[in-house]
T-cell receptor, first 114, second 113 residues
């Protein structure tokens, strides 16, 4: 069965510091991978997605993620964090086949210190 | 704004009651998904409809049901509500059946008291 693991429940970084959020997936075929962000009281906003091709994908708000098949990982990175990046981040894998639904990780809450 | 519209945004109801959550997908999207987000379970997939037909089922309780209408809007019906059903319910949509980007609405907050 497909699954997504986000090993870090909560991360705190200083404003201006770099960020890496970890995501590992379990999936039998080439996965569709996504990162979403949820600000408090808000819906889920798509940051970026990987379907195929270049393993380094660029997203909105200066985020990028790298697909590493050998490590079953899809880590999210940002070179310099802004206070407005404080939110919860969710990694998801597409269930594939004839089903389009996503399987989500438990999320990583990001706090940003001034 | 994702283009997915959900109503109501907030709902408070009593145990044992029934509620209906409504979703309008993005223009042109044929797939609609329902997810439940709770503190203990996280984001759980409930059900997917594609062009009016049920296509995938997740951890949806028998007390819950959904449908997608000819105009492609969808409703999630929750009945015999329990305290544990209190959660944020998301609707999402995508163009096709699978392998597409899924866009989420802002959710409907359900509080069961």
């Amino acid at each position: 069965a497909q699954s997504v693991t986000q090993p870090d429940i909560h991360i705190t970084v200083s404003e201006g510091a770099s960020l890496e959020l970890r995501c590992n997936y379990s999936y039998g075929a080439t996965p569709y991978l996504f990162w979403y962000v949820q600000s408090p009281g808000q819906g889920l906003q798509l940051l970026l997605k990987y379907f195929s091709g270049d393993t380094l994908v660029q997203g909105i708000k200066g985020f990028e993620a790298e697909f590493k098949r050998s490590q079953s990982s899809f880590n999210l990175r940002k070179p310099s964090v802004h206070w407005s990046d404080a939110a919860e981040y969710f990694c998801a894998v597409g269930a594939g086949g004839s089903q389009g639904n996503l399987i989500f990780g438990k999320g990583t809450k990001l706090s940003v210190k001034p | 704004d994702s283009g997915v519209t959900q109503t109501p945004k907030h709902l408070i109801t009593a145990t044992g009651q029934r509620v209906t959550l409504r979703c309008s997908p993005r223009s042109g999207d044929l797939s609609v998904y329902w997810y439940q987000q709770s503190l203990d379970q996280g984001l759980q997939f409930l059900i997917q409809y594609y062009n009016g037909e049920e296509r995938a089922k997740g951890n949806i309780l028998e007390r819950f049901s959904a449908q997608q209408f000819p105009d492609l809007h969808s409703e999630l019906n929750l009945s015999s509500l329990e305290l544990g059903d209190s959660a944020l319910y998301f609707c999402a949509s995508s163009v096709g059946l699978s392998g597409n980007t899924i866009y989420f609405g802002e959710g409907s907050w359900l509080t069961v008291v």
